[in-house]
């Protein structure tokens, strides 16, 4: 495997339960991302990891968790979740959170919330 | 006002015209600007990425970057039906590699 990978492609999940995303690079970057993307908006950062710590917390709702137990691993904890959560979560990587030419992309997992 | 301004599209061309995709910006700080496609039911790739105003040409791709007047351009030469994507506008700013992306424009170029 190469690149970045995410896993499931796609989840339905009910309001009160709890579920977990999870993205594995093999790119040997130091940085990981979480972006959330919904339709006709642009991409919102939501947590920075840098050599598994977390330099970046955008404001995001307690009831997403991140995780990084190393630098190849990134997870994202769901749990109670809303309807207009339902989104495109996308990971993404970089050399170090530093790196001035972009990212490296996972094809994210289509989250749906009823 | 919004930081980075894209127009949705859809944008549709025939096979053979040359697309031009824009983006606006309102933070004269940005000095990093790339470009991203986004295949439906994929993540982003770079496409191209520019320093600073100027152009820079990739086989059929250039990217142009007005500094001035805050604006950046994707131009695709001889477009082709599998350039039919999203394309997002990437713009970094600050110390950290912090992107703010456009909303992209869905592009279909149809045979």
């Known amino acids: 495997e190469t690149g970045v990978t995410q896993t499931p492609r796609h989840l339905v999940m009910g309001m009160t339960n709890k579920k977990s995303l999870k993205c594995e690079q093999h790119l040997g970057h130091n940085a990981m991302y979480w972006y959330k993307q919904s339709a006709k908006k642009p991409l919102e950062l939501m947590f920075v990891y840098s050599l598994e710590e977390r330099v970046e917390n955008n404001s995001v709702p307690s009831r997403f968790s991140p995780e990084c137990p190393n630098s190849s691993h990134l997870f994202l904890h769901l749990h109670t979740l809303q309807p207009e959560d339902s989104a495109l979560y996308l990971c993404?990587?970089?050399?170090?959170?530093?790196?001035?030419?972009?990212?490296?992309f996972g094809s994210g997992t289509r989250l749906t919330v009823v | 006002q919004k930081e980075v301004e894209q127009d949705p599209g859809p944008l549709s061309v025939p096979e053979g015209a040359i697309v031009s995709l824009n983006c606006t910006y309102s933070n004269s700080a940005f000095q990093y600007f790339m470009w991203y496609r986004q295949y439906s039911r994929k993540g982003p790739e770079l496409l191209m990425y520019t320093y600073s105003s100027g152009n820079k040409e990739d086989g059929r791709f250039t990217a142009q970057v007005d500094k001035s007047s805050k604006y950046i351009s994707l131009f695709i030469r001889d477009s082709q039906p599998s350039d039919s994507a999203t394309y997002l506008c990437a713009l970094r700013s600050g110390g950290y590699n912090k992107l703010i992306f456009g909303a992209g424009t869905r592009l279909a170029v149809h045979p």
């Open positions: 993404a990587s970089s050399q170090n959170h530093r790196d001035r030419l972009g990212y490296t």
